[in-house]
C-alpha cells in the first residue's frame, strides 16, 4: 500500500494566483514528520516545509503553507501568490518515529507549471 | 559555505564496471542518506547511516554498497551486480531529531 499518495501528476496555476498540492498519508505511529520538497528542473531537492503530527497549528514558511488535517490523513501544501520561478515538481514526504533511521519515504510527485 | 557536494556531476559507466559516488557534508550532521530517483518516480532510499562506522540497508540496497568511515563522507558504490543502475542520485543529510533533510546537487549515472 502507497504510505504517500499524490493524486495530481500535473498541475497548473496562473501567476499571482494560489495553488493546492495534495498529499494524503498512511501510517500507524501516531509520531510522525512531514516533508514537502520543490524539486526544479536542475535536479536539486529544496526543503520548503516541515509539520510534525503533534504540533497545534499548521506550518507556514512564507508562501508556503500546510494545511494538515490529521484525521482526514492529508498534508496538503499550499502556495500562495504564485511566481514563474515555482514552476517545478513537488514532492511529499514522510518520516516515521517507528523507523528510527529517519528515512523519508516519498510521494510520486506533482509538476507545477505557473502561467503568465 | 556550508552544505552537501555530490561529485561527480554526470557519470558514465560501462556496462560490468563498479563506480563510486562523492557525497560530502560540512554540516556536521549524524545522519547521512542516499536515495535514487527514476524518471518521473519519487525518490527512494539505498541506504542510510546515522553514526561512523555504522549504516543500514534501505528498500532498495541490492548491487549498492557503502562506508561511513567519516562522520562528513558517505560515498555510494554502484556495483556491477546493480542490474540498472541508470538513475539520478542524491545524497542527503539530517540532524538527530530528523525535522530536516538537506540534499545534495546529485549525480545523473549513465550506463552505457
Known amino acids: 500500500a502507497q504510505k504517500i499518495t499524490q493524486t495530481q501528476p500535473g498541475m497548473f496555476v496562473q501567476e499571482k494566483e494560489a495553488v493546492t498540492l495534495d498529499c494524503t498519508y498512511d501510517?500507524?505511529?501516531?509520531?510522525?514528520?512531514l516533508f514537502w520538497y520543490k524539486q526544479p528542473s536542475s535536479g536539486e531537492m529544496i526543503f520548503l516545509i516541515y509539520?510534525?503530527?503533534?504540533?497545534?497549528q499548521n506550518a507556514t514558511e512564507g508562501r508556503y503553507s500546510l494545511n494538515f488535517q490529521k484525521a482526514r490523513k492529508s498534508a496538503n501544501l499550499v502556495i500562495s501568490a504564485s511566481q514563474l520561478g515555482d514552476s517545478a515538481m513537488y514532492f511529499c514526504?514522510?518520516?516515521?518515529?517507528?523507523?528510527?533511521?529517519?528515512?523519508?519515504?516519498f510521494g510520486q510527485g506533482t509538476e507545477l507549471s505557473v502561467k503568465p | 559555505d556550508g552544505g552537501i557536494t555530490q561529485s561527480p556531476k554526470y557519470l558514465f559507466r560501462k556496462e560490468g564496471q563498479n563506480v563510486t559516488l562523492s557525497c560530502e557534508q560540512n554540516?556536521?550532521?549524524?545522519?547521512m542518506y542516499w536515495y535514487r530517483q527514476d524518471p518521473g518516480q519519487g525518490l527512494r532510499l539505498i541506504y542510510y547511516?546515522?553514526?561512523?562506522?555504522?549504516?543500514q540497508k534501505g528498500d532498495i540496497a541490492e548491487g549498492y554498497s557503502v562506508s561511513r568511515e567519516k562522520k562528513e563522507s558517505f560515498p555510494l558504490t554502484v556495483t556491477s551486480a546493480q542490474k540498472n543502475p541508470t538513475a539520478f542520485y542524491l545524497c542527503?543529510?539530517?540532524?538527530?531529531?530528523?525535522?530536516?533533510?538537506?540534499f545534495g546537487p546529485g549525480t545523473r549515472l549513465t550506463v552505457l
Open positions: 501510517t500507524s505511529d501516531p509520531s510522525y514528520g
Open positions: 514526504a514522510m518520516r516515521e518515529r517507528v523507523n528510527q533511521g529517519g528515512k523519508l519515504i
Open positions: 509539520q510534525g503530527s503533534y504540533d497545534q
Open positions: 547511516s546515522q553514526i561512523v562506522n555504522d549504516f
Open positions: 542527503a543529510s539530517g540532524l538527530a531529531n530528523y525535522n530536516e533533510q538537506f
Open positions: 554540516l556536521n550532521h549524524d545522519a
